[in-house]
């Protein structure tokens, strides 16, 4: 059975970072894509990162490039997100999910962490 | 960037109704549109990808059609569990989600 496990959210102030994990299980890690997903409180998904199978290719969104970064160590089975220079529009639930095949749709989610941006 | 325009954003359907919902690209995406369930409360769940494959274990009743542009998720008998919001996503160039639709019962 696919698991995702986020971890990580939490209170964070407006200019500081956070970095999230996703611990992964019941799949061969190294073969999939991996993302992140965010939703922000009673609003709808956004895609945030994406990252190929050797982590030499990372995909994302005008929004957060430049201060986004989206990880992975195969040897962990675990995908992370460094966010830096949070912003109160970062405020949502980010969800860890596995790829299909190749760059493609989301197979399968975690339920989720919550980071709230606020002073 | 690809824009992705879902309609409509409430539905109200009673048990056994036939339900459409669709979505509306703003460019050609190919066959690369996905549907996806969220529950109250829940992670999001893979309906349907690829406009008209069936996820694992998803129930007969879910169905996906269309090409291009425009692209249709139909749920051919209501069920009391079907209650959700419904997205669909675009994953030709990049990832879009539409904007959602929220379906209750009647």
């Known amino acids: 059975e696919v698991q995702l496990v986020e971890s990580g959210g939490g209170l964070v102030q407006p200019g500081r970072s956070l970095k999230l994990s996703c611990a992964a299980s019941?799949?061969?890690?190294?073969?999939?894509?991996m993302a992140w997903v965010r939703q922000a409180p009673k609003k709808g998904l956004e895609w945030v990162a994406t990252?190929?199978?050797?982590?030499?290719?990372?995909y994302y969104p005008d929004s957060v490039k430049g201060r986004f970064t989206i990880s992975r160590d195969n040897a962990k089975s675990s995908l992370y997100l460094q966010m830096n220079s949070l912003k109160s529009e970062d405020t949502a639930t980010y969800y860890c999910?596995?790829?299909?095949?190749?760059?493609?749709?989301?197979?399968?989610w975690g339920q989720g962490t919550l980071v709230t941006v606020s002073s | 960037d690809i824009q992705m325009t879902q309609s409509p954003s409430f539905l109200s359907a009673s048990v056994g109704d036939r339900v459409t919902i669709n979505c509306k690209a703003s460019?050609?995406?190919?066959?690369?549109l996905d549907w996806y369930q969220q529950k109250l409360g829940e992670a999001p769940k893979l309906l349907i990808y690829?406009?008209?494959s069936l996820h694992t274990g998803i129930p007969s009743r879910f169905s996906g059609s269309g090409s291009g542009t425009d692209f249709t998720l139909t749920i051919s008998s209501l069920q009391p569990e079907d209650v959700a919001t419904y997205f669909c996503?675009?994953?030709?160039?990049?990832?879009?989600f539409g904007g959602g639709t929220k379906l209750e019962l009647k």
């Open positions: 999910a596995r790829l299909g095949a190749g760059s493609s749709w989301f197979a399968y």
């Open positions: 019941g799949f061969t890690f190294s073969n999939y894509y």
């Open positions: 990252i190929s199978t050797s982590g030499s290719r990372t």
């Open positions: 460019q050609n995406i190919n066959k690369y």
């Open positions: 690829n406009t008209n």
């Open positions: 996503l675009q994953h030709n160039s990049g990832w879009t």
